[in-house]
């Protein structure tokens, strides 16, 4: 730092004052100040030189003045003033250059904070170049929008057209469907009473094929019949014929007893044999009438729905057609109780406790009633072990069923 000295003798002694001024250099002082370049500026003009020289000698010549020729009291006293002064300016003159040096710092930072808002400004200056044409395109496409909502419009008018169009078509279809109901309603109407009579129709046609299988085993039992009065008419012409002779051969052995205990034998031995005949042909009878009736029950209902499918049961609709089948079929030649074999069945074969017994599937009435016309049978036509009719009641009979009295008909229970 530049420093001014002055000279004091006196006594013939030299006494040296130096007064120091710290001063910030000019070049740094013009970076961080914004006063300091006008003040260099002003001062190197040439009045500003002149003025600085001018000072500067008053100064020097001043002090030589009052130095060599005056005698100040006191000067002693003020000189100690001005340099405690001088350090407290130099004190200042610190705490000015720290205050500088913070100016400094803030001034770079600012040149740094101006330096960022620099590339700010471009990166806002591009962006909003950016979105200049995007606001261009948006325009363009705003326009476009425009375009398309006329567009839109036009064709919203149309479908509203339509819409009216198809909406009295609605209204229309609505009449035509409510007529189309009632027609229907008219419809399952006429097919629920067509379903009653095809229902009392198909009773009906049931009756008539009982009826037929009926009239028809009356034919074969008829034919049967004829057959057995026509072998019974030979049969008694034959006996007429052996009867001649027997009469005739009683006349001839009137006397002769062992011939007669003989012929008498013979004709017992017939008797039993003619009875034996008569028995077994009403057993075969019996047994054709059982033989097969499982396939014409089946076949007579196969359009029920039971009937197709053998694990559906009857139902109490239709039990009352199927039960009419069986009694006609099988209770009535047999001389059987329709009441004992629904016992049967219910208690044997589904045991459900109801009776009659309507749960009952096709195949488990073909089953009850089959076993139970069998057990019939080894009642009506015994075995040596078996208990059953003997050949008289048979005879008493006329080897017809119907005729035994109730107390020999067949009961299970």
């Known amino acids: 730092m530049p420093r001014e000295e002055a000279k004091d003798e006196e006594g013939g002694a030299n006494n040296n004052v130096t007064i120091e001024h710290k001063v910030t250099n000019s070049a740094a002082a013009a970076s961080t100040s914004r006063a300091a370049p006008s003040l260099a500026a ?3 003009t040439p009045a500003g030189m002149g003025a600085l020289l001018f000072a500067g000698a008053m100064t020097g010549g001043f002090g030589y003045f009052f130095n060599e020729w005056f005698q100040i009291p006191g000067l002693k006293d003020q000189v100690e003033d001005l340099e405690k002064e001088v350090d407290r300016l130099e004190g200042e003159v610190d705490r000015l250059e720290d205050a500088n040096d913070e100016f400094e710092s803030l001034n770079d930072r600012l040149n740094s904070s101006v330096l960022q808002l620099q590339n700010q400004t471009q990166i806002l200056n591009a962006s909003l170049d950016f979105f200049e044409e995007q606001n261009l395109m948006l ?3 705003n326009q476009e929008l425009d375009m398309l909502l006329d567009d839109f419009r036009d064709r919203n008018a149309e479908f509203n057209a339509s819409n009216m169009i198809l909406n009295a078509t609605v209204l229309d279809l609505q009449d035509e469907v409510a007529n189309l109901t009632t027609q229907v309603d008219d419809l399952e109407e006429q097919t629920r009473t067509l379903n009653g009579r095809i229902d009392e129709l198909n009773g009906t046609v049931l009756d008539l094929q009982l009826v037929r299988d009926d009239l028809n085993a009356s034919v074969i039992a008829l034919e049967g019949n004829v057959t057995d009065l026509s072998n019974e008419v030979d049969e008694l012409a034959s006996f007429n014929d052996d009867l001649l002779s027997a009469i005739a051969f009683l006349d001839e052995a009137s006397g002769d007893i062992s011939s007669l205990r003989l012929l008498l034998g013979n004709l017992t031995d017939a008797i039993e044999q003619n009875r034996d005949a008569l028995i077994g042909r009403t057993e075969l009878s019996y047994r054709d009438t059982i033989r097969g009736w499982d396939c014409a029950i089946r076949d007579a209902f196969r359009t029920q729905p039971f009937g197709g499918n053998f694990d559906v049961p009857i139902g109490a609709d239709a039990y009352t057609l199927v039960q009419r089948f069986f009694e006609i079929r099988i209770a009535n030649p047999l001389c059987l ?5 629904e016992r049967y069945i219910d208690e044997t ?3 459900s406790g109801n009776l009659p017994p309507v749960t009952a599937t096709i195949t488990e009435l073909d089953d009850g009633i089959t ?12 075995t040596t072990a078996e208990v059953g009719l003997t050949s008289d009641d048979w005879a008493a009979a006329d080897y017809v069923c119907e005729n035994l009295p109730a107390d020999k008909k067949f009961r299970f229970f």
């Open 139 to 141: 325009n363009l496409s």
């Open 42 to 44: 002003a001062l190197m």
């Open 337 to 341: 109780d329709v009441a004992e074999i």
């Open 349 to 351: 074969i589904i045991q």
């Open 371 to 382: 076993e139970y016309a069998l057990a019939s049978l080894d009642y009506y036509f015994p």
